[in-house]
C-alpha cells in the first residue's frame, strides 16, 4: 500500500478521534479503547471485563463500550448500531478484541486490537518492530489487562504506534 494511502488513513483517524472525542465530551489526548461486543458475554466474560475495567480506571486512557446489552460499568457506553459501530472504529487507538470479534475490520480502520492468539494478528515484537496487536496468552483478567498496558505504554512512542498500525494495515490488504 502505497505510504500516501496510510497517511491519509491516520490523517482520517485523528480527525475521527476528535470529533468522536468532542461528542463524548472526553479528552482527545488520552489513548481511547474501544470495546466491541457484537454479543452478550457469558458471565465469566463479563466479571473478566468488569475486572479488567476497573483495573483501567487506574491508568491514563478512555474507553467506549458499544453494546446492546446492560452497561457494564461506569465507562462511556454507546448502544450497538451499524452508525456508532463505525465511529467508534474509526476513532478507537486500540481495541479489546473477544474471541468472536472481527479484528480484521479493526485493523482496516487502523484500530490495534488487544486479542486472544487467531490466525489474522501477531503479537507486537518490540525489539524486532514486529507485529500488528498485543496478545493475551490465557483468557483470564489479569493477561488480558497486562495486554493492555502493554498497549497503553506502546502508545506512548508515535514511531512504534504508527508502525504498528501500518502492519495491522498491510496483513489484512495482502
Not at 115 to 121: N, Q
Not at 138 to 151: K, P, S, T, Y
Request: charged letters at 25%; aromatic letters at 8%; proline letters at 3%.
Amino acid at each position: 500500500m502505497p505510504i500516501t494511502s496510510f497517511e491519509n488513513l491516520m490523517k482520517r483517524k485523528k480527525e475521527a478521534k476528535k470529533l468522536f472525542c468532542e461528542s463524548l465530551n472526553i479528552k482527545y489526548s488520552k489513548p481511547l479503547l474501544g470495546v466491541v461486543l457484537d454479543k452478550e458475554l457469558t458471565k465469566d466474560e463479563e466479571s473478566n471485563l468488569k475486572n479488567i475495567l476497573q483495573g483501567i480506571a487506574h491508568v491514563d486512557m478512555n474507553v467506549v463500550i458499544l453494546s446492546d446489552h446492560s452497561k457494564i460499568s461506569d465507562v462511556n457506553h454507546l448502544q450497538y448500531n451499524r452508525k456508532n459501530r463505525q465511529d467508534l472504529l474509526e476513532s478507537a487507538d486500540m481495541s479489546l478484541s473477544f474471541s468472536f470479534s472481527d479484528v480484521e475490520e479493526m485493523l482496516l480502520h487502523g484500530t490495534i486490537p488487544v486479542s486472544c492468539a487467531r490466525p489474522e494478528v501477531s503479537d507486537y515484537n518490540p525489539n524486532r518492530e514486529t507485529g500488528n496487536s498485543f496478545i493475551y496468552k490465557e483468557n483470564d483478567q489479569w493477561c488480558i489487562f497486562a495486554a493492555l498496558v502493554r498497549a497503553l505504554e506502546t502508545y506512548k512512542f508515535p514511531y512504534d504506534w504508527k508502525n504498528i498500525v501500518k502492519q495491522g494495515l498491510e496483513s489484512v490488504l495482502v
